[in-house]
């Protein structure tokens, strides 16, 4: 099943074979689900969710969706930061719920590729740090990349001596990717 782009807030999330990576913001669950109605997939389809990192626009649901049964995948570099918009969400007025990491199965960036397998996806997690300490890519054997707010490769010129930003587009590249899905933005073709 090829990944399915689900667009029901300010961040763009993705269905691939029983995993969503991101969720939007606290908040939009019903949109989430007229999401999700609408592209045909019922809510036992999502077996894990997998955040690009835990800014506010990206991991919103989680905690709703672990309450209805999705588990939390967390790669081992994310687990200090899945409270790090907990202030946020508390400072909005809104009855949030932090996520529970003791019920999120954690796993390093090595174990990525054997776990998806168990999900009948081909490919691997590596971690992309120059946005945010906890930041994750999904790449996928097919050659499509998933990199949440990851800044464009062209942005590396204007961001002078941003060797992050460049080493995480260094480590992409070397799988060959031909297209880029963003968090905010329209897909990357790549001419490889």
Same mark, same amino acid.
């Given at each position: 099943?090829?990944?399915?782009? %689900? ?5 763009? $999330? ?7 990576? !991101? ?5 939009? #669950? ?34 709703? #969706? ?6 939390? #995948? ?5 687990? !200090? ?15 949030? $719920? ?9 796993? $390093? ?28 890519a ?11 707010? %990851? ?18 587009? !260094? ?8 297209i ?12 490889n």
């Amino acid at each position: 099943m090829p990944p399915m782009k %689900l667009k029901y807030g300010n961040t763009n $999330t993705f269905f691939i074979n029983g995993l969503l990576f !991101d969720t939007d913001m606290f908040g939009t #669950l019903g949109t989430f689900y007229k999401s999700i109605k609408q592209n045909n997939i019922q809510m036992n389809d999502i077996k894990y969710i997998v955040c690009s990192h835990y800014h506010p626009d990206h991991m919103g649901l989680v905690s709703e #969706l672990m309450k209805q049964g999705i588990k939390l #995948l967390l790669i081992d570099n994310q687990k !200090d930061y899945v409270h790090f918009s907990d202030t946020i969400f508390k400072k909005s007025g809104e009855s949030y $719920t932090p996520i529970d990491e003791s019920k999120a199965e954690i796993i $390093t960036q090595q174990e990525s590729r054997k776990f998806l397998q168990t999900l009948g996806i081909s490919g691997e997690i590596i971690k992309t740090s120059s946005h945010s300490k906890d930041g994750i890519a999904l790449i996928l054997d097919d050659r499509q990349c998933f990199v949440g707010d %990851l800044e464009p490769s062209f942005f590396i010129e204007g961001y002078e001596n941003n060797c992050v930003l460049k080493q995480d587009w !260094d480590n992409i590249m070397k799988y060959k990717p031909a297209i880029i899905y963003y968090g905010h933005s329209n897909e990357q073709v790549l001419k490889n």
